[in-house]
C-alpha cells in the first residue's frame, strides 16, 4: 500500500506510475490457448472431453446438463440463497428493461425514407466460471440482459471440476431462465462456443468472466464470434470525507481486494488523519477475513491512499484512472458525480457499499476494469442488440440527391458506384 | 463466379461452402505489426518519421499538418465536390443526431435511485487512408458521429505517400471540424495514437479503415485503447425479383466488386432467365470500368447467383450470410426488410442503390463484414458514449435490500463483501 499526498513534490511522478501499472498476469498462454482452440474446431466433442477430463477430472458420458440434473442440483440450493437471487434477479430485470431503445424512423424532406431497427441476437453463449470462483451473481447479470433483449437461445457454460458443482449457480440459471447448459470452461469451452461441435450448436456472441485462458481465448475467437470486454482484475475507488466510519471504508476496500491478489483498492480523501484511520482499520478487518490471503496480497501490493487538499481535486485523478467502481460517501454526492467522465459504475452517498450493487442494486456488475472505462461500458442490454439501419429512395427523391452521390464516386475514382446512381438517373425501371 | 439453384440436390454443401469462405489475406502481418508498435511506443516521434519515410517516401519536418497547408490543400477541392460534400454532411448528421439517447434515472419503491447515465469519449483518433484508396467520403462517416457525441478531441491521421494528398478528404475534415491531423498512416498511425508520442497525446479509441496493416495494429492495441470493429473486405447481397433492369443490377453488383479483389457481390433471384441477364449484363458493365481489374478478380473469384423458387427463401439464406449491404430490389421491400435479422444496412425498393449510401443517404456506411452482422453494428454515434451507471441507497432503503444482499456475498465465500453491508444495516455513520 501506498500513501500519496498531492502537495508532495513528486505526487505526479507516483500517481502517474499508478496510473500505469497494468497489473496483469505476466505469463503468456497465447500459445496453448491457440492449440486448444485449433483442437477444438477440427476434433469437437472428443477434443473438449479430452480437455474436461485433463484439467477438470471430470469425464461425463455426455457434456449436455440433464433437466433432471439440473433439477436436483438447484433444489439444493438454500431457500435464503433462492430467495434472494429471485429479488436480485427482480431488480436487474427491472433496471434493464429501462434499457431497451427506441427504433428510429422517418421520411425526410426530399421524400427520402431512412432509419434503424434494434434486432436482437439470434443465440449467445454465457461463460460462468466454476470451482472457487463459481458466482451465481454473474449467471443473472450476464443472462438477463440477454433475456431482456429477446436473445432466443442462451447457452451457459460451467466447469464442474471433479463432479463438483455450486447449487446456487444451477439455481440462478433456473431463474434466469436458462436451461441449455454444458459442463465444460477454459479455452475449450469458448471454443466450443465459438466453432460449435457435434453436441454444441454455435453461439454469435460468447460474454462472461474467466481466467487469463477464457480471456485469451475470447481474445483469438473475436471476429469469428462477438465478445464482451475482456476482464482484468477488480478495482475499486473510494472518496470519502472524514464524516465516515474509517471501519466502513476499510470494508468496502477490502471486498474489491478479496476478489484477486491483482485487484486495486485505492481511496481518495481530504483528511490525512481519516486516511490514517482507515489504513489502521484495513489492518484489522483484514485479520477477520477468510480471504485475508488474497485480499492482503492486493491491498499491501495494489492498494493506494492518496490524501487532497480538498475533494474537487479527486475529479481529475479519478478521471485518469478510470477505475471499475466508484464511491462517493460525501453529502451531495452527485456534485461530484456529474464531474465525472471515466469510470464503470458509481455507488452514491454513505449507505451504498460498492457490495449491493455486485448481487441487486439493478445495474449490471460486469463493469470495465484496466482503465477501458474510457472508452467502456458495462454489460447491458445494447450488448445483445444489433442496429440494422435503412435507407429509401423514390425516383424523384433519387433526382434530388443522386447527381452529388455520382460526383463523390467520382472524386473516389469508383465508376460502377458512379453508375449504380447514374443510371437510375436517366431512365426508369 | 458460381450460378447455384435452391433446387440443385447439392445446394445445401454449396451454400454452406460460400458461407464458410472467409475471403482473407492469407499473408500474416502480425510479426511485422508488433515490432512497429513495440518501436513506437519507446522511440515514439523518431519511429514513426522512420517508417513514414519508409513506407510513404516522405520526410517531413513536423507530422502535424499547419493549419496554413489544410487550408491551401483543401481550397483545391472543386466546387461541386466541396458541395457535395456539404449536403452529405447534412444528411450524415441528420440521420446520427436522432441517434443520441436519453439517460435513465428512477427512485423506485425502495427508495433506492438509480439510473446510467451516457457520456462522451473524451478524445478519439480516425485512421484515413491515403493513396488511392483515400475516401473523404469515410471522413465524414467516422468524424461526424463522433462530433454529435460530443468528442471534444478528434485527431485525424491520413498518410501522405510522396507527399500526395487528395484534397477532397482535407475539404471533408474542414467540413466536419476536424483540424488536428497528422501526415502518418499504418500501423505506425495506430500506434501513435494508442500510445502517444513526443507530438501526438494518446487518445482513448481509435477507428476507421485501413489495410491488413492497420487492421492487426488496431486488433493488438485493443486494450490499450478501444476500437471500432476490424474491417474486412466489402459485400453486397442483392435480392430481385424480374422486374428489375438486369443492367441496373449488375451495376449494383460491381459497386462492391471493384472495391477490393476480395470483395463479395451476391443476387438472389427467383428467375433464372433474369439472372442470366445479369450474368451477361455483369460481363459487359465490365467493360467499361476503369477499375475492371479488381472487380473482375472479385465477380470471378467470389460472385455468385442464387436461383430460388420463391423470393421469400432468401431470407434465411440472407440472415445466415449475414451481408455487409442488403438491396431488396422488389415490390414492398418492407415485407422482407422486417424479416431480416443479419445485416449490416439495407436499400430498399428499386431506386436505393447502395452507393448512395455510401456517401450520402444518412446511414453510416462504416458497416460489418465477414458475417459479423450476426452479432456486430454499424459505425453510430453510440461507438463515442459510455454509459455510467449509479446507485444511491439511503439507510431505509439499504435496510430492505441489503439482508438479501450478505446472503449472496456468504453464499459465494466473499466475507469482505458481506460485511461492507452487514456493517450498515446495524449502525449508523
Not at 484477486?260 to 490514517?276: K, N
Not at 442490454?381 to 463523390?408: P, S
Amino acid at each position: 500500500m501506498q500513501l500519496l499526498k498531492t502537495t508532495d513534490t513528486d505526487f505526479s511522478t507516483a500517481f502517474q506510475a499508478l496510473v500505469n501499472n497494468r497489473r496483469e498476469a505476466t505469463v503468456d498462454v497465447s500459445g496453448t490457448v491457440r492449440g486448444i482452440l485449433a483442437d477444438v474446431k477440427v476434433r469437437g466433442d472428443a477434443a473438449v472431453k479430452e480437455y474436461t477430463s485433463r484439467f477438470d477430472h471430470f469425464s461425463p458420458e455426455s457434456l449436455h446438463l440433464s433437466a433432471d440434473f439440473i433439477a436436483t442440483q438447484a433444489a439444493k440450493c438454500p431457500g435464503d440463497v433462492k430467495a434472494a437471487l429471485e429479488l436480485a434477479a427482480e431488480r436487474i430485470s427491472r433496471f434493464h428493461q429501462k434499457q431497451l431503445p427506441q427504433d428510429i424512423g422517418y421520411t425526410d424532406a426530399t421524400g427520402v425514407k431512412l432509419g434503424l431497427n434494434w434486432v436482437s441476437l439470434s443465440q449467445v453463449g454465457i461463460y460462468v466460471p466454476g470451482g472457487r470462483a463459481s458466482y451465481p451473481s454473474s449467471v443473472l447479470m450476464n443472462a438477463l440482459p440477454a433475456k431482456i433483449a429477446g436473445v432466443e437461445r442462451i447457452v451457459m457454460t460451467v466447469p464442474i471440476p471433479r463432479g463438483e458443482i455450486n447449487p446456487a449457480v444451477l439455481a440462478a440459471a433456473q431463474v434466469a431462465g436458462v436451461t441449455e447448459i454444458y459442463s465444460i470452461g477454459g479455452a475449450q469451452a469458448v471454443a466450443a462456443l465459438a466453432y460449435g461441435t457435434e453436441t454444441i450448436k454455435p453461439v454469435d456472441k460468447v460474454v462472461g468472466p474467466g481466467n487469463a485462458y477464457v480471456a485469451e481465448a475470447k481474445r483469438q475467437v473475436f471476429g469469428t464470434v462477438g465478445i464482451d470486454s475482456i476482464a482484468g482484475p477488480s478495482e475499486i475507488l473510494v472518496v470519502a470525507d472524514d464524516k465516515n466510519n474509517p471501519e466502513w471504508i476499510a470494508w468496502d476496500l477490502l471486498s474489491q481486494a478479496e476478489h484477486d491478489p491483482s485487484a486495486q483498492s485505492i481511496l481518495i480523501t481530504d483528511s490525512e488523519i481519516f486516511a490514517q484511520q482507515v489504513i489502521t482499520a484495513v489492518e484489522l478487518v483484514l485479520t477477520k477475513l477468510s480471504t485475508q490471503a488474497v485480499a492482503s496480497a492486493s491491498w499491501q501490493n495494489h492498494g493506494a491512499v492518496i490524501v487532497v487538499s480538498d475533494l474537487a481535486e479527486s475529479i481529475p485523478l479519478l478521471n485518469q484512472l478510470a477505475p471499475e467502481h466508484v464511491e462517493l460517501c460525501v453529502d451531495n454526492p452527485q456534485l461530484l458525480a456529474s464531474q465525472i467522465k471515466c469510470a464503470g459504475s458509481l455507488f452514491l452517498g454513505r449507505y451504498t457499499p460498492e457490495a449491493i450493487g455486485d448481487y441487486l442494486g439493478g445495474p449490471n456488475h460486469v463493469l470495465p476494469t484496466s482503465r477501458s472505462a474510457r472508452f467502456a461500458s458495462g454489460l447491458s442490454v445494447y450488448d445483445f442488440l444489433k442496429r440494422i439501419t435503412y435507407l429509401e429512395c423514390n425516383q424523384a427523391a433519387l433526382q434530388e440527391i443522386g447527381k452529388a452521390a455520382v460526383t463523390l464516386a467520382e472524386a473516389e475514382g469508383l465508376p460502377a458506384h458512379a453508375g449504380s446512381v447514374a443510371l437510375r438517373l436517366q431512365s426508369k425501371v
